[in-house]
């Protein structure tokens, strides 16, 4: 057996694409996220991917991702540490060396022919620690915390030309870009090409597994068109973060500050187990041996 074989984010992804439901990918700032992303995995019997972006490498020196690690290990759901937009050499051979399952090798900000051939290399460079890997084709438009503001470049939707290309690079994830935004989307909300990502689909033709970026703002149903449509990783923020902030600006001087985490712990548990129910995943883990 391959380490690809055992590696956890691609067995969670590869056990998606058969079940057809959509795995929740939450980015987490904390240790009470960390706790409360585990506990609604635990609560609603499903697959989970924690995400941190590279400033919690930087910010923490690591201890937050080991945290989380740590933490997976220990739970009877399958759950994996994901680093979502490392945007350069030095910090995606840092991340390498740190407990994560896979990384996002996201060269998106330079030129195609620049994207590929760097994000070529990381990703052998990556592989030879066994971390699994994702690129972005295309330009995703925006920004968000962590993530590089595209504002000063033309954003590229994916073609289905480009599914091959990235292919060769060894990637075993894609984020296509298909209409959708880092960040908020605006009035207008979300206006994605849904013809464009099936021809990314298509194209790719279970190979690899795709990506959704950018749900702020989603409705249930978008996500559900979303995970129908064949995305296997849906990535989330305030999705699944918004009640945690809400109660701590509503709460923070009227209660002790145990109670205070304790609540917000809880509160981000039961909005994700909400989205885990919309992207189907609800119920669909294999237990696994606690450590």
Known sequence: MSWKDSNRHKRILRDAEAGRYGVI???AYNIEQIIGLIRAAETARSPLIIQFFPWAIEATDGLLVRTAAEAAR???VPISIHLDHAQSESIIKRAAELPFDSIM???SHYEKEINLQKTRDLV?????RQKATEAEPGRIEGGED??????GLEACMTTADEVDEFLNTGVDVLAPAFGNVHGE???RGPQLDFNRFQNVRTQANGRINLALHGTNG???ELMKCCVAAGVTRSNVNRLVLDDYYDHLRASVDKMPHTQLIEEGIQKVADLTVKWMEIAGSAGKAKRQNCI
């Open 146 to 151: 962590g993530v590089m503001d595209t504002a």
């Open 124 to 128: 052998t460079y990556c592989n030879d």
């Open 25 to 27: 990918a939450a980015i």
């Open 218 to 220: 989603f409705a249930p």
């Open 105 to 107: 090798v996201d060269m």
């Open 74 to 76: 220990r739970a009877t």
């Open 185 to 187: 989307y605006g009035p």
